[in-house]
């Protein structure tokens, strides 16, 4: 179970900006490498802005990257004809009020994958495929029939789920899958995708701007900063010792659901906001918002080195530990 | 302490083509001033509905159906609109989840502040000038003279949520309701937003009701909390007390279903969905999700125990005459 199963090489995702109130180019994705094991799960987080959704799509090659290498257990997959491989990766997104067309039934929806590549023989074995797929959800025959709008958010995503299952993928960007639903409701679906992942030996991406949730779900976690990784660790190392400052902030940004006598760690309140990403810093671009900034930030990027076994980081403070 | 909102018995429905939904189903809590109460719910648990009524805000289909809201010594159900109008700005205000759409893209930012400032604090020209940069300085607001010249596209999303706060101020008011207002912001930007908003308290003695889904921010900021849910009140605590000993099992549900940075022990989530407010079951409102649900809990809507002081729960498990002779379902 060791072996890669998606790996991206320097991937890059430029967006050329030309309207009455600016030009320039926006670097979305500014070269990202990483690689994700077989029926691992690696979590992305990092504010709006920060390119992690335009990666997940770049990866999927829903929008096409601008430079960079992306590999499917070997295969480089940046060129040529993706349909194959369309049935291999699939997607979850966020929305699940926008993501199914509200005037097609359900049964219509998650069958619509099967029909484009054409995974039944005869009508009969796409509706017991559809019921299938229904039930792996959580949702039942009955349901079949109905149309998006006589679901809840937690139903409507599980629609989506099974939509995305439908082709039987072994690797699925999870694209912010539960921010959209409320807490109680959370929850169930992040352990209907566990479960999936385990039966089903899937791997994923799981975007999320909720730390938590990513800790939860992740083996790795990859942070991302103005469209670059700023720091990769597995999960457990990453929040107990993040050695990034931005990691620091943002774990440390998070409000606990606990007694406030309990909580030990001082909140450390970053200042400033991103800044935009038609004009991104020079050298590190954490430095307007970063505590430790000193000169030599403005001068040179950081590159995403590993700093002890498995846990990379990009910053000139962080000294190598081994 | 001096009590500044009193709701009592509140019922607000909203008369439909399909039915009666009523999305707030007598619930009564009380605020302080200076104090800061977190109302935390899901989406459809009335914890918005109950704000709207607090600033008058009800409109056709919707109607207070009972109960009163006592704000200083007046019931503002019973007020007209006009003397409503008195009241916002001046005594209450609001600010609201999206800072995207709240401010008017045409006009400055000063410009729109001015008006608040115009309207509820009643002064014009250099005098209006000096209360805009004490306000946004009020809200940490860098060189508040050259923001005030510039239009709401060149703030980001948690400039904007400090402009609002800054409008809201504008009057004096004694209190401030918070309707979600950092649920469209990052996590680093909220950080600084409940800064600003524990700082209110603190330095102008505000009372603020903060409307969230977050236990989490409640944690970190609320003095009391109340837990909605199918528009009821299902528990009522003191902060701390609330996360030390939850007693209604939806408080307890909620609280397990959250991911925690410091274990990866399985979530444990509340099964099914929130229910029909057109059709509220007669009983608990929860008890069709709830694992521990008696026969009584479907039939009759559980009173509320006193845990302690400050402390109560609608729970029938908590309840004497339940705990003798109780039938699991």
Redesign the interface.
Known sequence: MNEQLIKVENIKQHFHVHNTFSRGVVKAVDGVSFSIKKGETLGLVG??GCGKTTLGRTILRLIEPTSGKIFYEGNDITSGNITEYRKKMQIIFQDPYASLDPRMSVADIVGEPLDIHKLYRNKKERSEKIMALLRTVGLNSDHAQRYPHEF????RQRIGIARAIAVQPSFIVCDEPVSAL???????I??MLEEMQHKMSLTYLFIA?D???V???SDNVGVMYLGSMVELASSEEL?RKPLHPYTQ???S???????????TTK?Q??KG??PSPLNPPSGCKFRTRCPMAKEECAQSDPELREVSPGHLCACHFVKKSV | MERLLEINNLKVSFFTHAGEVRAVNDISYTLDKGEIIGVVG??GSGKSVTASTVMGLVENPGRVTGGSVIFDGRDITKLSSKEIRKLRGKEISMIFQDPMTSLNPVYTIGSQVKEAIKLYYGKTGKEADAKAIELLKLVSINEPERRLKQYPHEF?G??RQRVMIAIALAGNPKMLIADEPTTAL???????I??IIRDLKSKINMSVMMIT?????????ADKVVVMYGGKIVEAAP??EI??HPSHPYTI?????????DN?E??????G??IDLLNPPKGCPFAQRCDKCLKVCITNMPPYTKISEGHSSACWLLDERAKAGGDKV
């Not at chain 1, 940004?253 to 909580?263: Q, T």
């Open positions: 504010e709006s809840s958010g937690g139903q409320d807490v109680s409701i959370q929850a169930q992040i352990n701007h730390l938590s949730v800790k939860h779900i929040y902030a943002l774990i940004s998070i409000p606990v659901a606990k007694p406030k006598s309990e909580i909140r309140v970053l906001e991103i | 899901e989406s980001s948690g400039m990052d996590v680093t930007i909220q950080a600084q409940l800064e889904h977050d236990l989490g921010i409640v944690a970190d900021i902060c701390e996360f030390r549900g909620l609280l397990n279903s959250i991911p925690k940075l990866d399985p979530l444990i989530p509340i099964e969905s929130p």
